[in-house]
Nanobody, 117 residues
Framework: QVQLVESGGGLVQAGGSLRLSCAAS????????MGWDRQAPGKQRELVAL???????KYADSVKGRFTISRDNANNTVYLQMNSLKPEDTAVYYC???????????WGQGTQVTVSS
């Protein structure tokens, strides 16, 4: 089992920044990808960003140039730096981890990000 604990969500005005953190613990040895998805009320959950053990990254088109995903392997922590936030970024952000690319075998509890206009 893998446990994912998220932090850093909150309320911010449009144009502001937030940094999300996701700390992984447990049986993490087989995890090869970690990332962030988000889900707004009534909307389908969508990929925001992911990063592999080799530090290759992928981003949703809507966040390219504004969000940056990174990882600290020593502390088993993944970060999502979110700049130039827009109201349409408002959602619950879920950290996830998987055994293969694009897999989501484990999920965090989610952290609310609200961007006001």
């Amino acid at each position: 089992q893998v446990q994912l604990v998220e932090s850093g969500g909150g309320l911010v005005q449009a144009g502001g920044s937030l940094r999300l953190s996701c700390a992984a613990s447990g049986s993490i040895f087989s995890i090869k990808t970690m990332g962030w998805d988000r889900q707004a009320p009534g909307k389908q959950r969508e990929l925001v960003a992911l990063i592999t053990n080799g530090e290759m990254t992928k981003y949703a088109d809507s966040v390219k140039g504004r969000f940056t995903i990174s990882r600290d392997n020593a502390n088993n922590t993944v970060y999502l730096q979110m700049n130039s936030l827009k109201p349409e970024d408002t959602a619950v952000y879920y950290c996830n981890a998987g055994y293969r690319p694009y897999s989501r075998n484990y999920w965090g509890q989610g952290t609310q990000v609200t961007v006001s206009s």
